[in-house]
């Protein structure tokens, strides 16, 4: 099992910054993949960005590329998403996963573990 929990979230104002954090404890080193995916009230789960444990392979929604990067830190058992020059259509639950299979994914279902969730809200 892996756990998940997620922190830094809030409220800003839109062109700010935002950085989350994922803390990953339990049978973390199982995991290959890291995820994070978004859901404001009323759509479906988006994926954001993904990070290869081992590697150093990143990837990007098209609605965040050049704005928002994913980073991890083995040493901590703890990856982020720094969120910069933020706008009110980001604001959503954000979520953090973990994939036990190879290989990353932008898919949802290829995620085995996800936190809780926490609320970012960008205001115009």
């Known amino acids: 099992q892996v756990q998940l929990v997620e922190s830094g979230g809030g409220l800003v104002q839109a062109g700010g910054s935002l950085r989350l954090s994922c803390a990953a404890s339990?049978?973390?080193?199982?995991?290959?993949?890291l995820g994070w995916f978004r859901q404001a009230p009323g759509q479906e789960r988006e994926f954001v960005a993904t990070?290869?444990?081992?590697?150093?392979?990143?990837y990007y929604g098209d609605s965040v590329k050049g704005r928002f990067t994913i980073s991890r830190d083995n040493a901590k058992n703890t990856f982020y998403l720094q969120m910069n020059r933020l706008k009110p259509e980001d604001t959503a639950v954000y979520y953090c996963?973990?994939?036990?299979?190879?290989?990353?994914?932008?898919?949802?279902?290829?995620?085995?573990?996800w936190g809780q969730g926490t609320q970012v809200t960008v205001s115009s």
């Open positions: 990070i290869s444990w081992r590697g150093a392979n990143t």
């Open positions: 339990g049978r973390s080193f199982s995991m290959n993949a």
């Open positions: 996963a973990a994939r036990i299979s190879p290989g990353t994914s932008s898919r949802s279902s290829d995620y085995d573990y």
